[in-house]
């Protein structure tokens, strides 16, 4: 039975080496003009190889469908394997569920991209699965060698992931700010572990828990294991890696980066501080709310005078990481319910707007790009808005039952001032947000041609009286600063993702005492 509950993992692990042999076996060598963007006048933007990348995309989205299948029977039973080192209880299932939901989702937003930017190199697939499967087993972790373990799998992933579109300057310093700063956090991380390790002979959280709870040992090591989860959550004032690695990325790598290793990390915190320091719980709860403090400041801030849209996300997801951070913060079960509901409310609507972000890829990063989107495509303009709706929190999206129990739990707490930082905080983040509808609903073409962020059409004179007709360009492909038809495509699998994670932040919403139930059950395994 025991292992019956580890089904997902098993077919993730499985699936993903026979399918890194069959990208290995059929890879074939594409012209340097793909990959470079070189592409002669009136020849097909899309590479040949398109039709390898749909057959690889595919088969991954299936393997995290099956996988999230296989993951139902499991749900009401509770088994430990490995000695204890993994717990598959209705905290992990919870995670687990959310994990491969994210995967799958961010499977069908990337096919076209790397279609288009990457063809035919496909061990972007297995390393996706890969990076899956390392949050998995953070989240079914009890114990903080297997936790680390895990920790490292997804950021090996990530870093290879960051840097994917090699052609890329902006991908490759991506992957090299990511990478040193997330060796640096590892290290910190580890050296809390062997402290902790000094302190309780064990490196089980119940035998920490047993062990560590008066020893100077286990005080010091607190704060190196927030130091390095404060990087993995991209919290203040450790988020400084945050923005370049997700503007610098692919799109569809850092829809994953926003929700799959933060919601990851915030699982393992959540195992580490309640179930094996739970004792400790007057020295860290002080340290987690100077974090939340100032991860919502600093993000909901600097987010406000953003252009380019993908760092102004990485801005908000910074200020997400400080509200989340407010769970912790109390310290109570109220609190880590919150936490739970949160994550989930919060995973479908960013990785929403980062399939929106995709879908309009072909035109640019900047705001100003969206200018005129709702007349030009409605569905993308208007999921948009539920997905900002959501992260302001307002009703009755799932963003505001969220932010309204992470409030109360505050409250309940007596941490008044915690609960007034997330009011103020929530109403500045109204700034950026509506910065995109506005571009979207009410600003138009003409306006940003005119107003020295973009280049006008341009302009051809009329001829003079019996003089010669100015040239006029010969047709051919669009010029800087022109719009071709193609740009308004979208994949029908992007399309598919945003009215799913447009209607599941609805749902979520609407149905909150369904699913808050399911965050008490996935943490009422928690001290």
């Not at 749909?54 to 499991?74: H, M, Q, R, S, Y």
């Not at 409030?407 to 109204?430: D, K, R």
């Amino acid at each position: 039975m025991a292992w019956a509950a580890l089904a997902p993992e098993l077919i993730l692990t499985a699936a993903s080496l026979v399918l890194l042999l069959l990208v290995t076996a059929t890879r074939r060598p594409v012209p340097a003009a793909a990959t470079s963007g070189a592409i002669a006048p009136g020849a097909s933007a899309r590479p040949a190889a398109s039709g390898v990348e749909t057959a690889w995309g595919g088969a991954t989205a299936a393997i995290f469908a099956v996988a999230l299948v296989a993951l139902v029977p499991g749900l009401g039973t509770r088994a430990e394997l490995w000695a204890g080192m993994l717990s598959l209880d209705p905290f992990a299932a919870l995670f687990r569920g959310m994990f491969l939901a994210a995967g799958l989702l961010v499977a069908l937003v990337s096919v076209d991209f790397l279609r288009q930017r990457a063809p035919a190199r496909g061990e972007y697939w297995p390393l996706l699965l890969w990076g899956v499967l390392g949050m998995m087993l953070m989240a079914s972790s009890r114990d903080l060698l297997m936790i680390y373990l895990g920790l490292e799998l997804v950021s090996l992933c990530s870093y290879v992931l960051a840097g994917y579109l090699k052609e890329d300057a902006r991908s490759v310093e991506a992957a090299i700010k990511y990478f040193l700063t997330g060796a640096v956090a590892s290290a910190v991380l580890l050296f809390g572990i062997s402290l902790l390790y000094g302190a309780a002979g064990s490196t089980s959280l119940d035998g920490i828990a047993r062990a560590a709870s008066g020893s100077v040992l286990g005080s010091a090591a607190l704060a190196f294991l927030v130091v390095g989860f404060g990087f993995k959550v991209a919290g203040a004032p450790l988020h400084m890696w945050a923005p370049d690695a997700y503007e610098g990325a692919p799109t569809p790598i850092t829809a994953f980066f926003s929700v799959g290793p933060k919601a990851a990390a915030f699982a393992a915190l959540l195992r580490v501080f309640f179930a094996g320091l739970g004792d400790l719980r007057p020295a860290w709860t002080p340290a987690f709310a100077v974090l939340a403090v100032l991860s919502m400041f600093v993000g909901n801030l600097s987010a406000l005078p953003q252009k380019n849209i993908k760092r102004m996300m990485a801005y908000s997801a910074i200020a997400h990481a400080g509200y989340i951070l407010v769970g912790l913060a109390v310290g109570t079960p109220m609190g880590s319910r919150a936490v739970a509901y949160y994550l989930l409310a919060y995973l479908f609507a960013n990785l929403g707007v980062f399939a929106v972000i995709v879908a309009v890829a072909a035109r640019g990063e900047q705001i100003e790009d969206y200018t005129g989107l709702a007349r030009r495509q409605p569905l993308l303009a208007w999921a948009m808005v539920i997905y900002f709706l959501s992260l302001i929190g307002i009703p009755p999206t799932a963003g505001f039952f969220g932010k309204f129990y992470l409030f109360s739990a505050a409250l309940e707490q007596g941490e008044v001032w915690l609960a007034l930082v997330i009011v103020v905080n929530s109403v500045i983040s109204v700034g950026y947000y509506y910065g995109v509808v506005r571009q979207m609903f009410l600003a138009s073409e003409a306006d940003v041609a005119t107003d020295g962020t973009r280049p006008a059409e341009p302009h051809h004179p009329e001829p003079a009286s019996g003089g010669p007709s100015p040239a006029v360009p010969a047709a051919g492909p669009p010029l800087a600063g022109e719009r071709s038809p193609a740009d308004e495509r979208v994949c029908p699998a992007v399309t598919a993702v945003v009215v799913v994670t447009a209607v599941l932040t609805m749902v979520i919403g609407l149905g909150f005492e369904y699913f808050l139930g399911w965050a008490a059950a996935a943490t009422a395994i928690l001290p």
